[in-house]
């Protein structure tokens, strides 16, 4: 392919407002940022409890870092799998009451992997309309047939499920979904694949360390036991504040993926001193529950007070938030008009959402102070 059809590609991109450029972060990851040289209140970030930048998280990975160094060294399988990883497994695996945990360097991998190991040619992957690029990638990679139901359509679901009368089936789903904030049908989802003898799969990117009394995800927040749920997947970059993701479930199923998910095999282990941060931020999750609280009273002021200020929001009770603008041109501009007064607000485009939806997806967090929940609405009010 020629540089100039790339560059007449990138050309279309610009003049349909569709070309994404990044900014650059000057300070470390909190609700107060400075970002391009500007100050910034930020309401776009995923770190839901502010455990990004905690001093005590902080501290786990510098001791670390000093104690074990900077890299890994190699694969998990080599001779990168610390001390630190394994416990943080065993952690991860007593926090979610599973027999098995198993650490990813990112969710993108362990969604790859999870779909390439458990599936194949002859087999089915049934996924949710608006489930994550990962998900969606993970069930095309994997040479089994993908089949997409409505979203959140438990129906749909079953009537997909029972069309496949051969080969293997894995449902897999967002469990709080990335651009809509809302949450996955869990009980209807579970009722379908054991009917159908399918696998189930939850990505909990978004409600592990979040939803439920404890924070133990979307399981606790719908009452849902580990049996019920065969494959459960959460990330660590978000609610956690470090990075990378793992698999929760049952022996058999951790070992297939160590024996034959590749993104897990092929790729160099995250350093030890993220698994120690992670560990840290574990415990801060279990001992703070106020910091959940705070989250969630967040989100009711913010719903309150956008209603107030006229604003139209989708259905969420989570700590996403979007507001739906659906053109293109007008979200980009609104996103604009917030960075010049003060807030990071990211406007989503296709083809992250549909044609036609295009939003300022606004994230909540724990360390938001009242005062600038107020100051948003008003700023969404005047824009």
């Not at 580990?226 to 959460?234: K, Q, T």
Request: proline residues 3%.
């Amino acid at each position: 392919m020629h540089i100039s059809k790339l560059q007449t590609r990138l050309d279309e991109r610009k003049a349909k407002q569709l070309y994404r450029t990044r900014r650059i972060a000057e300070s470390a990851q909190h609700v107060e940022m400075l970002i391009d040289g500007r100050k910034l209140i930020s309401f776009c970030s995923n770190d839901y409890l502010g455990l990004a930048n905690h001093p005590q998280v902080k501290q786990a990975f510098i001791k670390a870092a000093n104690e074990y160094g900077v890299g890994s060294g190699a694969a998990h399988l080599i001779n990168g799998h610390s001390k630190l990883h394994h416990q943080l497994e065993e952690a991860l695996a007593e926090f979610t009451s599973y027999p098995r945990a198993l650490l990813f360097s990112t969710g993108y991998m362990a969604n790859l992997g999870v779909a390439q190991a458990l599936v194949g040619r002859g087999d089915t992957v049934l996924e949710d309309r608006l489930n994550h690029a990962s998900l969606i990638d993970g069930g095309l990679l994997s040479g089994a047939r993908l089949m997409r139901y409505a979203h959140n359509d438990a129906a749909d679901l079953e009537r997909k499920l029972a069309s496949r009368n051969s080969g293997d089936k894995l449902v897999m789903s967002d469990a709080v979904f990335s651009m809509d904030g809302d949450i996955a049908p869990v009980k209807q989802l579970v009722a379908s694949c054991k009917q159908h003898d399918a696998w189930l799969m939850l990505d909990d990117a978004h409600g592990f360390g979040v939803l439920g009394a404890d924070g133990k995800g979307i399981m606790q927040h719908t009452q849902t036991a580990s049996e019920d749920l065969p494959v459960y997947m959460a990330t660590l970059g978000k609610a956690v504040g470090t990075a990378g993701a793992f698999v929760a479930g049952s022996e058999a199923l951790i070992e297939t993926l160590i024996q034959q998910a590749r993104t897990y095999i092929y790729t160099t282990a995250q350093p030890p001193a993220i698994a120690a941060a992670t560990l840290a931020s574990l415990q801060i999750i279990q001992q703070q529950p106020e910091l959940r609280e705070q989250l969630n009273a967040n989100i009711k002021q913010f719903r309150q007070c956008a209603q107030q200020a006229g604003v139209t929001l989708a259905s969420s009770d989570t700590a996403i938030q979007p507001v739906i603008i659906g053109d293109v041109e007008q979200t980009v501009a609104l996103s604009n008009k917030l960075f010049e007064s003060g807030f990071l607000v990211t406007a989503i485009r296709p083809p992250t959402v549909p044609e036609g939806t295009a939003r300022l997806r606004i994230t909540l967090s724990a360390s938001h102070t009242p005062q600038y929940i107020d100051q948003l609405c008003d700023a969404l009010c005047a824009a």
